[in-house]
């Protein structure tokens, strides 16, 4: 199963890590670098990658992780996940 995960911070990289240890095709989104999101996806494994949160949300399953205090500001961020950002 493709699993998107929007938000790859500690909560969303180990989930990501967790679904692809188990065989998962991970696809990691919105972190604050995209080195870091690199970084995460090559140590998850074969079977995780990085990408925006627009490749993330079309996977089959996808899952948004951020905190509380980011998701304040929604509005922005729905126009940004509808831009392709």
């Known amino acids: 199963m493709r699993v998107g995960i929007i938000g790859s911070g500690?909560?969303?990289g180990n989930l990501g890590r967790l679904l692809a240890a188990a065989g998962h095709e991970v696809i990691f989104s919105f972190s604050r670098t995209t080195e870091v999101l690199k970084e995460l996806a090559a140590a998850a494994g074969p079977t995780a990658s990085a990408?925006?949160?627009?490749d993330a949300a079309r996977a089959d399953v996808s899952s948004c992780r951020f905190p509380g205090a980011a998701s304040r500001s929604r509005s922005s961020r729905r126009a940004t996940f509808r831009a392709g950002w």
Do not use: D, E, T, Y
Not at 51 to 54: C, N, R, W, Y
């Open 51 to 54: 990408g925006s949160p627009a």
């Open 10 to 12: 500690r909560i969303g």
